[in-house]
């Protein structure tokens, strides 16, 4: 049974449970796989030596989360030594049409549909309603975490400018 962590995460005011551990800055960033636009294997392995953001949305068909994911692919474009992956419980096919309408070429989407396990190992997975939390991770090209930010109210952005600060300090 995974860790439930209550009262850090919240939509709309109310109340919802994560599941998995709080990963914290020192950490080793959890190895995991999902699957990518065309239905393959992802593997965080061939995000080795690199630095990297990770951010875990609930849907990128819902406003904020596509905001947030347009931002960043924008964002991309000035990080040509960082790799930034967006990953939610979206279906390989609804991400790759969302990606195609949206022109967003920059960020990687990946989906945890399949195996679920990311959530657990990033602390994201939502109990209730069994999508991803509104996460920021930045991780070295040694995987070690060098930023965090669970955000706390679903419908709100994350912090860019600080996730954009860590990884430009990783070169």
């Not at 800055?25 to 690199?50: I, R």
């Not at 991309?76 to 960082?82: C, I, R, V």
């Not at 390989?92 to 195996?115: I, K």
């Amino acid at each position: 049974m995974a860790e439930e962590r209550k009262g850090v995460y919240f939509a709309r005011g109310n109340p919802l449970t994560l599941l998995g551990p709080e990963l914290k800055v020192g950490a080793k960033l959890p190895k995991f796989t999902a699957v990518d636009n065309k239905m393959g294997t992802f593997s965080s392995d061939s995000l080795k030596g690199k630095a990297k953001i990770i951010a875990s949305v609930p849907s990128l068909d819902t406003g904020v989360c596509s905001e947030e994911t347009k931002k960043f692919n924008e964002l991309a474009k000035g990080l040509p030594n960082a790799q930034i992956v967006t990953i939610s419980m979206d279906l390989p096919f609804a991400q790759a049409r969302w990606c195609g309408a949206n022109g967003v070429e920059n960020v990687q989407t990946v989906s945890d549909f399949r195996d679920r396990a990311f959530g657990e190992a990033f602390g994201v997975r939502v109990k209730e309603t069994g999508l991803l939390a509104r996460a920021v991770f930045v991780a070295d090209k040694d995987d070690v975490v060098r930023h965090v930010e669970y955000v706390r109210e679903q419908p709100t952005l994350p912090n860019f400018d600080a996730a954009m600060a860590a990884v430009k300090k990783l070169g």
